[in-house]
């Protein structure tokens, strides 16, 4: 499972407190080598990595080892083999890394290389164009069981969006399994490439690809080339440096509404459950049913589903967001308005209209701090046109005018969310178990999952499907699980899904695949074959459908599969298709044999390519070999002087990649007339 909330690895200098780990044997280590076959002009652009991972409170330093750090600032470095860049990472399989990311930064020359304060993220790309755009790679290193090193689990993911390829390749192995992400040094799959299909794709998709255009950012802000794509839900949650919502314009806010309302009014689903992590609660079938009830920790009542376990009878919720938050005005634009308290009374007066505010409902924004449970303690308490009275009464110092703010039936500000962003985020109500349940408890554990099955299986336009809604119950199927878990079914036209991950998985550049397809491939619902790729954060395996699918990897990852030891491939893949050399050409002018008694000889002409070679005897037993650059407009000068009475030059044209013309060959005879 992918998430922002994730901890983060970064390749980093710490500026406070660090303290080496002690480096153990090569064995005792993982090795990622780093490839930069970008092709970026180093004159233009540089590449820079960056991480670390908070809940191990570790980094790596300038050297790509492992220093501890909590606290201070974190730096990155360039890629490469030069002094002062790191070329490969070591990570000891015997400390514990607990969710980390790389992060590979594209810097244009003269900008400041990237830095975060510990513990804070880089602003997802697009969002701020002073800060370079970045794809991730992310690892995992779990504690030692007994003093013995376990497998690690590393994946490249597009969560946050595609900036350009990415590979791994697993101790050098080159087939499926073995290699995740883009085909390694494939011409036909560069990111030019993968922009362009990207574009075709959503063209081709009609009216409901139209709103992923707007996903693209900076175009012709990188040698040429857009800044990237956002993934789905980094661009509706994406916000300026205020804090406020971008795209809160976009269709796909509410794209999912009708599929969600359609869900939340079944009691038809048949759900399997996993059992709880800590032990307590047995895998077991669960059956679903349409209520209302009170959120927890609050007074309000909201629509949900209520799974009740077939053998002990746990009951866990799961609520509906549509129509539980408003975050957008009666133009679909951002709500902002301006708090004054006068007379004991707090109005806030609206910029604009907004309708579906209701008496009740809990606020959020300038000068409205939530308390220590995270809960807004600001209602509307009257509403009279634009203005709305706010209770409690706030203290001295209204806070800026036409500032944002967004409204809630509930009180949780992380809940205060569009059911889009909830959805392409895996977000909100569908990653509330901490909130709803306590932290890291067996029922958290199982509410966590039973949330991850359905906003998966939205995003994969099978969330209400007729297979899914009215399932067939059979030994070893269980209904709804069972037809959500299967590749076969993912995808399927004309259903609203997240049509961004679809072009991950199958999308094709120049007629290849632009992720690696895994052994075993199989075909969605529309007949396309599926790429290991991660399209949104719980793109994982299909499942649970007892017994567990046994089908290709979903998701572009070495799963616990990185024995201690390994050596990771990874390579930043190409900006654009190289353009091949132009084939070599030459011509020599003037005569061919040339008498003179000069002391130096101008030959001159023109060609084709990198450079003119010449070759000649300058006395017996003495070979030369001389080269001289060609003119942007073709033309090249050669001064010879002759040592010997007959000297034959031999003159070829010489491309960048070693091709050579033809040679023509010119006499000098030394006179003494």
């Given at each position: 499972?992918?998430?922002?909330?994730?901890?983060?690895?970064v390749?980093?200098?710490a500026?406070?407190?660090?303290?080496?780990?002690?480096s153990?044997?090569?064995a005792?280590n993982y090795?990622i080598?780093?490839?930069?076959?970008?092709?970026?002009?180093?004159?233009?652009?540089?590449?820079?990595v960056?991480?670390?991972?908070?809940?191990?409170?570790?980094v790596?330093?300038?050297?790509?080892?492992?220093?501890?750090q909590?606290?201070?600032?974190?730096?990155?470095?360039?890629?490469g083999?030069?002094a002062?860049?790191?070329?490969?990472i070591t990570?000891?399989?015997?400390?514990?890394?607990?969710?980390?990311?790389f992060?590979?930064?594209?810097?244009?020359?003269?900008?400041p290389?990237?830095?975060?304060?510990?513990?804070?993220?880089?602003?997802?790309?697009?969002?701020?164009?002073s800060?370079p755009?970045?794809?991730i790679?992310?690892?995992t290193?779990?504690?030692?069981?007994g003093?013995?090193?376990q497998?690690?689990?590393?994946?490249?993911?597009?969560v946050?969006?595609?900036?350009?390829?990415?590979t791994i390749?697993?101790n050098?192995?080159?087939?499926?399994g073995?290699i995740?992400?883009?085909?390694?040094n494939?011409s036909?799959?560069?990111?030019?490439?993968?922009?362009?299909?990207?574009?075709?794709?959503?063209q081709?998709?009609g009216s409901?690809?139209?709103?992923y255009?707007?996903?693209?950012?900076?175009?012709?802000?990188?040698?040429?080339?857009?800044?990237?794509i956002?993934n789905?839900?980094?661009?509706?949650?994406?916000?300026?440096?205020?804090?406020n919502?971008?795209?809160?314009?976009?269709?796909?806010?509410?794209?999912f509404?009708?599929?969600?309302?359609?869900?939340f009014?079944?009691?038809?689903?048949?759900?399997?459950g996993?059992?709880?992590?800590?032990?307590?609660?047995?895998?077991?079938?669960?059956?679903?049913?349409?209520?209302?009830?009170?959120?927890?920790?609050?007074?309000?009542?909201?629509?949900?589903?209520?799974f009740?376990?077939?053998?002990?009878?746990?009951?866990f919720?799961v609520?509906?967001?549509?129509?539980?938050?408003v975050?957008t005005n009666?133009s679909?634009?951002?709500i902002?308005?301006?708090?004054?308290?006068?007379?004991?009374?707090?109005?806030l007066?609206?910029?604009?209209a907004?309708?579906?505010?209701?008496?009740?409902?809990?606020v959020s924004?300038a000068?409205l701090?939530p308390?220590?449970?995270g809960?807004s303690?600001?209602?509307?308490?009257?509403?009279?046109?634009?203005?709305?009275?706010?209770?409690p009464?706030?203290?001295?110092?209204?806070?800026a005018?036409?500032?944002?703010?967004?409204?809630?039936?509930?009180?949780y500000?992380?809940?205060?969310?569009t059911?889009?962003?909830?959805?392409?985020g895996?977000?909100g109500?569908?990653?509330?178990?901490?909130?709803?349940?306590?932290?890291?408890?067996?029922?958290?554990s199982?509410?966590?999952?039973?949330?991850?099955?359905?906003?998966?299986?939205?995003?994969?336009?099978?969330?209400?499907?007729?297979?899914?809604?009215?399932?067939?119950?059979?030994p070893?199927?269980?209904g709804?699980?069972?037809?959500?878990?299967?590749?076969?079914?993912?995808?399927?036209?004309?259903?609203?899904?997240n049509?961004?991950s679809?072009?991950?998985?199958?999308?094709?550049a120049?007629?290849?695949?632009?992720?690696?397809?895994?052994?075993?491939?199989t075909t969605?619902?529309q007949?396309q074959t599926?790429?290991?790729?991660?399209g949104?954060a719980?793109?994982?395996?299909?499942?649970?459908v007892?017994?567990?699918?046994?089908?290709?990897?979903v998701p572009?990852?070495?799963d616990?599969?990185?024995?201690?030891g390994?050596?990771?491939?990874?390579?930043?893949g190409?900006?654009?298709?190289?353009?091949?050399?132009?084939v070599?050409?030459?011509?020599?002018?003037?005569k061919?044999t040339?008498?003179t008694?000069?002391?130096?000889?101008?030959?001159?002409?023109?060609?084709?390519g990198q450079?003119?070679?010449?070759?000649?005897?300058?006395?017996?037993?003495k070979?030369v070999?001389?080269?001289?650059s060609i003119?942007?407009?073709?033309q090249?000068?050669?001064?010879?002087?002759?040592l010997?009475?007959?000297?034959?030059?031999?003159f070829?044209?010489?491309?960048?990649?070693g091709?050579r013309?033809?040679?023509?060959?010119?006499?000098?005879?030394?006179?003494?007339?």
């Amino acid at each position: 499972m992918k998430s922002r909330s994730l901890q983060v690895l970064v390749v980093a200098l710490a500026l406070a407190s660090t303290v080496l780990i002690p480096s153990r044997a090569l064995a005792d280590n993982y090795t990622i080598s780093i490839t930069n076959s970008t092709g970026l002009a180093p004159a233009n652009y540089s590449i820079y990595v960056m991480g670390f991972s908070t809940g191990s409170n570790l980094v790596l330093g300038p050297a790509g080892t492992l220093v501890s750090q909590s606290s201070g600032t974190i730096s990155s470095y360039p890629v490469g083999t030069g002094a002062g860049q790191i070329s490969a990472i070591t990570l000891d399989t015997l400390t514990e890394f607990t969710g980390g990311r790389f992060y590979f930064f594209i810097v244009a020359n003269g900008q400041p290389a990237p830095s975060v304060t510990f513990g804070q993220q880089p602003p997802n790309p697009g969002t701020n164009s002073s800060y370079p755009p970045y794809s991730i790679v992310e690892i995992t290193v779990p504690a030692p069981v007994g003093g013995v090193a376990q497998n690690a689990t590393i994946d490249i993911q597009t969560v946050d969006g595609f900036v350009f390829p990415l590979t791994i390749g697993l101790n050098g192995l080159s087939t499926a399994g073995n290699i995740y992400g883009q085909p390694l040094n494939n011409s036909a799959v560069t990111r030019a490439s993968i922009l362009s299909a990207y574009t075709a794709f959503m063209q081709a998709q009609g009216s409901a690809g139209t709103p992923y255009a707007d996903m693209v950012y900076l175009p012709n802000s990188i040698d040429g080339q857009a800044g990237g794509i956002l993934n789905p839900g980094a661009y509706l949650t994406a916000q300026d440096s205020s804090g406020n919502y971008l795209n809160l314009g976009s269709t796909l806010h509410t794209i999912f509404n009708a599929d969600l309302n359609t869900l939340f009014a079944s009691s038809t689903l048949q759900i399997q459950g996993v059992p709880s992590n800590p032990a307590g609660i047995p895998g077991q079938s669960y059956t679903v049913a349409p209520v209302t009830q009170t959120y927890p920790g609050t007074s309000v009542s909201l629509p949900a589903l209520k799974f009740t376990g077939a053998s002990d009878a746990s009951v866990f919720y799961v609520f509906n967001p549509v129509g539980v938050s408003v975050l957008t005005n009666s133009s679909g634009a951002q709500i902002t308005g301006s708090i004054t308290t006068t007379g004991g009374v707090t109005t806030l007066t609206l910029d604009s209209a907004v309708t579906g505010l209701q008496s009740g409902m809990f606020v959020s924004g300038a000068g409205l701090s939530p308390n220590l449970s995270g809960q807004s303690t600001t209602t509307i308490s009257g509403i009279n046109g634009n203005a709305l009275t706010l209770s409690p009464t706030l203290g001295t110092g209204d806070p800026a005018p036409h500032s944002q703010y967004v409204f809630s039936k509930q009180p949780y500000v992380s809940l205060m969310l569009t059911p889009g962003q909830m959805v392409f985020g895996n977000a909100g109500f569908f990653a509330d178990s901490s909130i709803q349940l306590t932290p890291n408890s067996a029922p958290a554990s199982v509410l966590a999952s039973i949330e991850n099955y359905i906003v998966t299986a939205l995003n994969r336009g099978v969330g209400v499907a007729s297979g899914a809604l009215n399932p067939a119950v059979t030994p070893g199927n269980n209904g709804t699980s069972a037809f959500w878990g299967t590749q076969a079914n993912w995808y399927p036209a004309g259903a609203t899904q997240n049509l961004f991950s679809l072009f991950m998985h199958t999308a094709l550049a120049g007629g290849t695949p632009i992720f690696q397809r895994p052994a075993g491939a199989t075909t969605n619902a529309q007949g396309q074959t599926m790429g290991s790729a991660y399209g949104f954060a719980y793109d994982e395996n299909g499942g649970p459908v007892p017994p567990a699918p046994n089908g290709p990897e979903v998701p572009s990852k070495f799963d616990g599969t990185v024995t201690p030891g390994s050596t990771i491939q990874l390579t930043l893949g190409a900006w654009a298709a190289s353009t091949p050399a132009p084939v070599p050409e030459i011509a020599v002018k003037g005569k061919k044999t040339i008498k003179t008694k000069a002391t130096t000889v101008k030959i001159k002409g023109t060609a084709v390519g990198q450079k003119v070679v010449i070759k000649y005897k300058a006395k017996p037993g003495k070979n030369v070999t001389k080269h001289v650059s060609i003119k942007p407009n073709g033309q090249w000068l050669f001064k010879f002087k002759p040592l010997v009475k007959d000297t034959i030059l031999k003159f070829y044209a010489q491309s960048s990649d070693g091709e050579r013309s033809r040679t023509e060959k010119v006499k000098v005879v030394k006179t003494n007339d």
